[in-house]
């Protein structure tokens, strides 16, 4: 069974570092593509970019070039997306979603970025 | 980016009523379109692949078509476990870029 289960809830200050994490199971991790996904209410869902965990290529988003970080770990079937400085505008449900066959999604992650 | 429109935004349906939501790309993807439903503190569940590809173990009253630049998912009688939020995804190119969503809400 795939599965894909992500860290739990974040509580950050504006210029704080964050790395949140996507565990995957049940298939072949380097085969295909995770990408995220974020959830905010003013703007609906969003994709922030994918990364092969094969060979790290990454394809960012226009929109969060520069602003995230993605990055993956094959030994552990682990993803990561990671901020080197929150702003409070990175406040939301961020997803991680596997591109198989189908599209699998995580559970998600809420990132709350607040003095 | 290929910008999705949803419409309409908001629906208040009845329990039995047959319902339509329509996206519109800004440019051709073929069919390579998916459709999710959202319920509050979940993440959204695949409903439709490929425009028209019912996923395993959703109910057959779901159904999608279109091909190009205009795509619609219908339920063809609605039921209470529907209500719920619906959004069309592009997967033609990077960025994968969403429809703002439809809120279907009991009348």
């Known amino acids: 069974e795939v599965q894909l289960v992500q860290s739990g809830a974040e509580v950050k200050k504006p210029g704080e570092s964050l790395k949140i994490s996507c565990k995957a199971s049940?298939?072949?991790?380097?085969?295909?593509?995770i990408g995220w996904v974020r959830q905010t209410p003013g703007k609906g869902l969003e994709w922030l970019g994918v990364?092969?965990?094969?060979?790290?290529?990454?394809r960012y988003s226009p929109s969060f070039q520069g602003q995230v970080t993605m990055s993956a770990d094959k030994s552990i079937t682990t993803a990561y997306l990671q901020w080197s400085s929150l702003k409070a505008s990175d406040t939301g449900m961020y997803f991680c979603?596997?591109?198989?066959?189908?599209?699998?999604w995580g559970q998600g992650t809420l990132v709350t970025v607040s003095s | 980016d290929i910008q999705l429109t949803q419409s309409p935004s908001f629906l208040s349906a009845s329990v039995g009523d047959r319902v339509t939501i329509t996206c519109r790309a800004s440019?051709?993807?073929?069919?390579?379109l998916a459709w999710y439903q959202q319920k509050p503190g979940k993440a959204p569940k695949l409903l439709i692949y490929?425009?028209?590809t019912l996923q395993s173990g959703v109910p057959s009253r779901f159904s999608g078509s279109g091909s190009g630049t205009e795509f619609t998912l219908t339920i063809s009688s609605l039921q209470p476990e529907d209500f719920a939020t619906y959004y069309c995804?592009?997967?033609?190119?990077?960025?994968?870029?969403f429809g703002q969503g439809t809120k279907v809400e009991i009348k």
């Open positions: 979603v596997g591109q198989l066959w189908i599209d699998y």
């Open positions: 049940g298939y072949s991790f380097t085969s295909y593509w």
């Open positions: 990364i092969h965990p094969g060979d790290s290529d990454t």
């Open positions: 440019q051709d993807i073929n069919t390579y």
């Open positions: 490929a425009a028209s």
């Open positions: 995804q592009q997967l033609n190119s990077y960025p994968r870029t």
